[in-house]
Structure formats: structure tokens, C-alpha cells
T-cell receptor
Framework: KAGVTQTPRYLIKTRGQQVTLSCSPISGHRSVSWYQQTPGQGLQFLFEYFSETQRNKGNFPGRFSGRQFSNSRSEMNVSTLELGDSALYLC??????????????FGEGSWLTVV | AQKITQTQPGMFVQEKEAVTLDCTYD???????LFWYKQPSSGEMIFLIYQGSYDQQNATEGRYSLNFQKARKSANLVISASQLGDSAMYFC???????????????FGKGTMLLVSP
């Protein structure tokens, strides 16, 4: 079956612009979470959605937002981009409500460069 | 606070040899899950193996096995018969329940870069 699909894979944006990243989870998975990965900070949790509801949010400014649709697809948006937002953004999906006991699968990531 | 520690920034191994990547974790919760992921330079985070805190036996998936020592709070990944394609970054991660919310989240270690030489 198809894995977690993220689009676009690579993008370059200018400071001050906004960006939207998309994630399609594995079929049947209802939980989607997003992570930011940078060389300096490593992997940091952004937010998690389950059945269209944001259940958990990491320590990121309000410029970072997300949503989940009824088909479990998710988008994240970053407004007023800063150079420090350059990162690999990873989306993950899992079957159930609780990741303890459920395998979490990641996508290939979206590489964002802000210039 | 929940934490994952990977003390080996880099590891070198020759092809066909076995290698152990270290991971220790810190949590006071009785229920948690431990994951290992492989991340090649392309960026994709590839799931390798999972161990639940209540699982009695060590998890195995093909050439990967997880050496789970609960009392020591360690969850080392063992790769048998290394292959050139195993060269990548390896992350240990733990899922745990956030206090107050009842929901779980995943925390990662800083990773170990494994290089397999011919």
C-alpha cells in the first residue's frame, strides 16, 4: 500500500512569503503529525491531528499552523517566512489515537529553503 | 522529562559485520514505545523496528533487532551483516503520553551516523 506522501518535495521561498505543505497519510490512518528537522535543533514536534482536531502542539510561534481534512489529509502553513524556517518538514501518520502501540510511519519530507 | 540519548555521533563498520547503535531513554511512565528509524541523505525517515514497554521479548525485523533492557532503560539497535546501503543516520525515538492531555507524542534522540565500508 502507498506510504505517507508529502508534497512538494523541494521548494524555495523568499523571506516574508508564506508556504503550504501537504501530507497524505497511509490509507486508513487517522493520526497525522508534523515535525521540523534542522541541523542545529534536530527533530522537533510541530503538531498532531486526529479526526480533524489538533490534539497537541509543539513550542512554535503562531506563524506555524495546520489543519486536517475529513479524508485525513493534512496541510501545514508557515506565514511570514524567516531564514530560520529553512528545514526538512516531515509528516508522520499512524493508525490509532495513541502512538503508544501504533507504528508511526513518516513521509519523504519537504525540503524548504528560505532565501 | 522524557528524553532520548544517543551517545554515538558516528559509527564505522565493515560490510557483513554486525553493529550496535546505543540508545538510552528516560521516563517515569510505565507505558511507552521505542522506535528506531533510518534516515538516508534523501531525508525520508524509514521505520525499522518498534518495542513496547510491556513487550517481554526483544523485537526483531529481518536484520534488525532491538536489545531492550528495561531496568537499564536502554533500547539498542543491532544490525546484523551490515550492507553498504545501511549507511545512513539512525534515530531512536520514544512515544509517551503527555501528562494532562492523555495524548501521546514522539521524542527523538540526536541520531547516530552509520558508515558501512566495503
Amino acid at each position: 500500500k502507498a506510504g505517507v506522501t508529502q508534497t512538494p518535495r523541494y521548494l524555495i521561498k523568499t523571506r516574508g512569503q508564506q508556504v503550504t505543505l501537504s501530507c497524505s497519510p497511509i490509507s486508513g490512518h487517522r493520526s497525522v503529525s508534523w515535525y521540523q528537522q534542522t541541523p542545529g535543533q534536530g527533530l522537533q514536534f510541530l503538531f498532531e491531528y486526529f479526526s480533524e482536531t489538533q490534539r497537541n502542539k509543539g513550542n512554535f510561534p503562531g506563524r506555524f499552523s495546520g489543519r486536517q481534512f475529513s479524508n485525513s489529509r493534512s496541510e501545514m502553513n508557515v506565514s511570514t517566512l524567516e531564514l530560520g524556517d529553512s528545514a526538512l518538514y516531515l509528516c508522520a501518520s499512524s493508525l490509532g489515537q495513541n502512538s503508544i502501540g501504533n507504528t508511526i510511519y513518516f513521509g519523504e519530507g519537504s525540503w524548504l529553503t528560505v532565501v | 522529562a522524557q528524553k532520548i540519548t544517543q551517545t554515538q555521533p558516528g559509527m564505522f563498520v565493515q560490510e557483513k559485520e554486525a553493529v550496535t547503535l546505543d540508545c538510552t531513554y528516560d521516563t517515569s511512565d510505565p507505558s511507552y514505545g521505542l522506535f528506531w528509524y533510518k534516515q538516508p541523505s534523501s531525508g525520508e525517515m524509514i521505520f525499522l523496528i518498534y518495542q513496547g514497554s510491556y513487550d517481554q521479548q526483544n523485537a526483531t525485523e529481518g536484520r534488525y533487532s532491538l536489545n531492550f533492557q528495561k531496568a537499564r532503560k536502554s533500547a539498542n539497535l543491532v544490525i546484523s551483516a551490515s550492507q553498504l546501503g545501511d549507511s545512513a543516520m539512525y534515530f531512536c525515538a520514544m512515544s509517551y503520553t503527555l501528562s494532562g492531555s492523555g495524548y501521546s507524542t514522539l521524542t527523538f534522540g540526536k541520531g547516530t551516523m552509520l558508515l558501512v565500508s566495503p
